[in-house]
């Protein structure tokens, strides 16, 4: 989609693009520049995520950074413009886009008596005009300051049990009851907007503390925090009571409230939606791998390894592709639309990472063409890039089956939730030195538990029991992979 704009032959504007496959929003995380900064062609200025991953976003031209539309930590929607450019620094030939008439903030269209010139509607700056009828009513006497210093008296006054000056007599500036001035739609920027609704929270209700009525993030953040029974205030010969607010700094600390967005929120509807669409069905095998973990003691030597990282995970993976290619039914996807069970004749291996923003499954595509040296590498360069957060959301699309390694946190097996689309998902728990009969004596040997989820609309218990079993049996005894490859 077009990322930019011109908004005159001097300033061009770079919109949110749509950074993944149909995303609508992404949050801004952190700005690499600053009003005044000279930027190039291809320069990343910002890093944004979405729901499914981190992004740094290039500008496409040159120029010097004229205004950033939105702070750090604010969730834009795709399409808005998020950074203005002047192309033509020092021309002079055109005004700034700030200083345009169709620019001009609320605040400055309530300066003065009457309403705003004909054929101009204020708007808040950068977000273009709204199109709509509706008028503001004219105020009279003083600007909103002095209004709002009188409100503010008087509810000092009537804290204080005193009478209210008669200078509040005219209606405030600032709605009583929320943020809707005259019945209309209640004022507020775009990122506030989304703030409410991320909140649930009604803007309609909300009461406005910024100037001519501006419902502000802070006026979001009372309106959804848990009401606190008002103190009275001390008269003025009294010393503030210390308990009260104490207790109510000790309340707060009790609970902390996070927004659900980005990788998180998205984490949450596909679990969702996987676990209320696919029947799942979980199947758990406990195998002696020691002879898998001698390998990779040996393939850590062997110098047809070196550069790549060799592990446990590595042969898991090997192990699970083999069995795969011996039960390819197993690698489908069930199309309810269409109603047909969609076979896939290749594999991109998913390997689920706990990143700092959450967990994501960035997969290997084509795994199952991979000699053991490609699938090390692939997985050692997966893994780097998901823990310095830069998997981008096409290394998350079209995964088939999922490994989950939740033995690196030290638990013995899980039972996994299928990813959306995909047909099965293996959790392999923590290897550790146990007592095991071997050859008819009872002897420490490394085992681990395995655990396959798989979709029991499309995989039957045969099937699945079948692929475990042959994964379970390769750990067992390695030598299978060239066997059975």
Known sequence: MTTMTETSARFREFKMPDVGEGLTEAEILKWFVQPGDTVTDG??????ETAKAAVELPIPFDGVVHELRFPEGTTVDVGQVIIAIDVAPGSGDAPAPAAEPTQEPVEAASQ?????????????????????STKRRPRKGASAAPEAAAVAAAVQAELNGHAAPAAVAP????????GAPDGGRPLAK??????????????????????????????????????????????????????????????????????????????????????????????????????????????KEDKDMAGVRVNPLLIIAKALLVAIKRNPEVNA?????????VQKHYVNLGIAA?????????????????????????????VTTAR??????????????????????????????LNPG??????????KLQPWVHKGKVKPRQVTTLALSFDHRLVDGELGSKVLADVAAILEQPKRLITWA
């Open 354 to 382: 706990a990143t700092p923003r959450g967990l994501i499954v960035p997969n290997i595509k084509d795994a199952h063409d991979k000699t053991l040296p490609q699938l090390a590498a692939a997985l050692g360069e997966l």
């Open 43 to 48: 320069q990343v200025v910002c890093e944004v």
């Open 422 to 431: 995909e047909s099965a998902i293996l959790a392999v728990g923590a290897i």
């Open 171 to 178: 209606a405030p500036a600032v709605p009583a009851q929320g």
């Open 190 to 299: 775009p990122p506030v907007r989304k703030l409410a609704k991320d909140l649930g929270i009604d803007l309609a209700t909300v009461v406005p503390t910024g100037k001519d009525g501006v419902i502000t993030r802070e006026d979001v953040h009372a309106a959804a925090a848990p009401a606190v029974a008002p103190v009275a205030a001390p008269a003025p010969s009294q010393a503030a009571p210390e308990a009260p607010a104490a207790a109510v700094a000790s309340a707060s600390a009790r609970e902390t409230r996070i927004p659900v967005k980005g990788v998180r929120k998205a984490i949450a509807q596909a679990m969702v939606g996987s676990a209320f669409t696919a029947p799942h069905v979980t199947e758990f095998v406990t195998v002696d791998v020691t002879r898998t973990m001698k390998l990779v003691a040996e393939l």
């Open 388 to 417: 310095d957060g830069k998997t981008s959301p096409a290394a998350m699309a079209g995964g088939t089956v999922t490994i989950t390694n939740v033995g690196v946190f030290g638990v013995d097996t899980g039972t996994p939730i």
């Open 112 to 132: 003065g008596d009457g309403d705003a010139p004909k054929g101009r509607t204020p708007v808040l700056v950068g977000y273009g005009v709204a199109e709509s």
């Open 333 to 341: 996807a069930w199309d309810e639309a269409n109603q047909e069970i």
